[in-house]
């Protein structure tokens, strides 16, 4: 096999101020199918084009931002591998019973230098993308709000991220893409983690505090379908924290914004196929600006101060 | 690693009837970059986003067609593995040696029971894709004609597509991705491969005669950029074969077009994101039409039978 | 005023063979918004976009075709000005009162040349576009099917095309945009007219057989949607009769379908804009295939052997 | 006719600092095509879709700004019309030569209320846009730059547009297309006039100081090629004001930026089509944000205060 090992990103499982402003929200704004909730009260989404049965879990709580985020690995077998390379390599992993989440296999779960906790399971429904495997159409039609394509990658805030780079490159495969510079020249501020050829599956910013989540991105089809998520994010009164516009970063194109409890999100297109042959694109950083939003080349002041 | 293996397309080598009218054809309509002239007489062009010397290479012969197809790995190691499983596998394997090719290393040569020739190398040199891996813009300006983003696959008309398959699966470790089967409802008429998670890295269709070329694609990255294509085709008196529209296989936007000695190439944009976790896609016979052709739903009477 | 006198096209008045099929075609596939039904047994739609009641109304009757096309003038005083040049003219013209179709004030209709019955009109109920005029939003979410922003022009097929001309022009005030000449280089086999800055509000083809019928032309936002478009009509086996593609003729990107009762429509986009200080643009008989069709630079046959 | 009198803009002359520079930029960067120069030292340029010879002008000034801005209108008689209108109307008029602008007849030039300089025109030379009037292509490759496909209208402050818009209403033949209301609820914050279907050919906002620029504006032919304009900027460090992002007034999608001397400029495209049966949409004071930037739905700080 020419795809190994870890397949793509599979599930996040974010915090809401309010469960049905959420569930409104990520279903009839976002465009997100629900397809279930849990005994825990959490509340179950697939974007339209993905087969498995969720890949954003939301609950209820006091404070905003993400619980876990995970990957979807090619067979139970890399699991168990997977699994005791981590433990091999010194982290300590949970397993969490199959069907502690709805229609998702068993899960290997640990915590990452920059705090969060990261899962790996073999095994989630394929429920459908709504298209037979026989003969299907091209797309779905009716669907409602911005509907994504599927959940594509997040990038999350916290301290360490040098060792959480060696665990992800040294442990689960995934290779650097692209990075920016601190000011000293050598030390990471940001790296962009790809576990296949997309341009990331993971990012993660050096931040002072632990376990944050800067934004969860949902991947669109072109251009036109950013500037039609932007209008509807203006219809719904969404609050745009910056966009549409492009990265540098991996070339795509953009819009950040944040959901009712503020958490951030994404809906971007475009970007590059990476291949193990490139060498990482670097950002220096008097380039910050122009890594990040490429059109003004300049930072807004919330893309390093507002996370969850 | 998780992209392991094969990695992509590498170069394809074409046969034209007049070598200026080709390079003219390849250079300023669709748009690649001329990069050398070997002794042979052959000439190397690339694709402005691709890093590597060259993906295309045509020499002049009194008919056109295809002399081999190419895949890079991803390593010297992996090189000398495949080898030797190919030889395993049973099949007769030449090397080529560095440098044969302008700015490519060694490479493995074999015949797939459908009758072309493929190779596998590890190593072509870097020459960038027109901007620094540091700080670099996000696209090149004022380039020529179509100006496709990369060579993105090919589709091969052949005998025994099925023998083909096996061995790319079993020892290139290639995935199934779509099918069309005959009236039988059993028998592959054609099938779509993948070494990544692109929706295809090579395709075959069931042919009496061995060793045919269907089309070379060339990556676009819009569905604008593809009017710009048929526009700049017609502009340039380019024989337009079908298009724009749209597969059913892989959902990708097309032009399928002729070069100036009768090879077809494809300018596409578009299709999913595959994973190991999918089944295969399946058309019967009875939608043949759909699978090729979306949109009109029915084969021109070309796509099966004009071949070089 | 700068846009005085003829104002745009108002109303299309279609027969199709089976009532709730074309509505079930028009409402869900073209996606119009029905709008009322009258005592005649007539259905209207609108655009979603269009603010007057009703763009296209149809008919049941045992053959298709178009009844007649209406233009909306610029005030009552318009109309009567316009009924009494073309009486001047030496054209019979025939009073409907208001109210014969639902929210459509009194119509002028007369026969032109070709045998077409041509209407005008000053009055149709503003029933909105679905924003308010007060801070609205930019477009409607939530539409059913291909959903054009507009009812756009028509495209009919008669004998004396030259006279018809010369009646929209010296009377309605209508100029020659684009003309296709015949073999003998000066007659006009086809003629594209606008009493706007659009590239067209109607256009003629000459043609042995009186009041036919080409196509209605409905306009789309952009080439997206016009792929958009396409996709919908493959999954609704609509009959696809040329396209995606382009006009040589106004540059407008199209696709020419055939409603359930065999109408021939189109949905497009663009077209530059025309001034009164531009010549006309010609396409000599040679160019004929370009001119129509700009990709292939060939006419299939069905563009002037079918007609309703 | 139904376009009559003033038919479109026809040219602006604006100041900049330094004549190659603002040459360099205009030519290279917005991509318009150079076309003369004149013993004044001014510069002309066209965009390539136009016909007529130029459409901007440019000086070296010691401070930015408009000098003046013309519209052609239909024809000498009516150039005749017009001057004598606006005489009855109280507004004093100058003739201006023919040929004191390359390629440009005679123009009546007179002050409006707002403290700017209008010209009308009736001739200038159609030097073509790259494509035959027979048998054209259906646009010109190898443009440089943004190649904007024509200079569409300006954006205007100064004290008394209640007087500037009753002139173009009631002598020039514009309508009201949309409006801004100050705080009050009455007052016009902002107007935008239209002399064709175009959504606005000028535009006003109410500002202490008069004749004043905000922007110059320039139409492109989709969403993708505002993306393409927004990353040419950055390539060439164009200052971008805002966007890419689409307007609440008019609909249109949008990028504001600076030349290098500081004169606000607007690569744009969309927009709906308007008829003189529409009422003017009004925006109120507290949606002032959504009206001028949809998506963010507030104003940037430059909007109001900056211009030349």
Redesign the interface.
């Known amino acids: 096999?020419?795809?190994?090992?870890?397949?793509?990103p599979g599930h996040a499982a974010i915090r809401v101020l309010d469960l049905e402003q959420g569930v409104n929200f990520y279903k009839n704004v976002l465009g997100l199918l629900e397809t279930g909730r849990d005994n825990q009260g959490r509340v179950y989404f697939k974007a339209w084009?993905e087969?498995?049965h969720n890949s954003l879990v939301i609950r209820q709580a006091d404070r905003p931002g993400i619980d876990f985020f995970a990957f979807?690995v090619?067979s139970k077998a890399v699991l168990e591998k997977l699994d005791a390379d981590l433990k091999a390599y010194g982290v300590t992993t949970e397993r969490i019973p199959a069907g502690e989440m709805l229609h998702t296999g068993e899960r290997v779960r640990f915590k990452i230098p920059t705090g969060h906790l990261i899962e790996l399971y073999a095994e989630k429904t394929?429920v459908g993308n709504g298209m037979p495997?026989?003969?299907?159409?091209?797309?779905v039609?009716?669907l409602?709000?911005i509907a994504p394509?599927?959940m594509d990658h997040c990038l999350l805030y916290g301290g360490d991220i040098d060792a959480t780079r060696k665990l992800f490159e040294e442990v689960?495969?995934?290779?650097l893409v692209e990075r920016i510079l601190m000011e000293d020249g050598k030390t990471d501020l940001a790296i962009w983690l790809?576990?296949?050829?997309?341009a990331h599956d993971i990012a993660f910013v050096r931040h002072p505090e632990d376990g944050k989540l800067h934004h969860v991105s949902f991947l669109l089809?072109?251009?036109?379908q950013v500037?039609k998520a932007?209008?509807?994010?203006?219809?719904n009164?969404v609050s745009?924290d910056m966009?549409?516009?492009?990265h540098?970063v991996t070339?795509g194109?953009t819009?950040y914004a944040f959901d009712p409890s503020g958490n951030r999100f994404e809906t971007f297109c475009?970007g590059?196929?990476w291949?193990?042959?490139?060498?990482?694109?670097?950002?220096?950083f008097d380039?910050v600006g122009?890594?990040v939003f490429?059109?003004?080349?300049k930072l807004n002041p919330a893309f390093l101060a507002v996370v969850t």
């Open positions: 096999m020419s795809m190994t090992g870890v397949l793509r084009d087969r498995d979807k090619q394929d495997y026989v003969n299907p159409e091209t797309w039609p009716d409602k709000g394509v599927r689960l495969g995934f290779s790809t576990c296949s050829i997309k089809e072109s251009w036109e500037l932007a209008d509807l994010m203006s219809m009164r745009i966009g549409p516009t492009r540098g070339r194109t819009i475009g590059y196929q291949y193990p042959d490139m060498q990482p694109i670097t950002w220096t380039n122009a890594g490429y059109h003004d080349r």
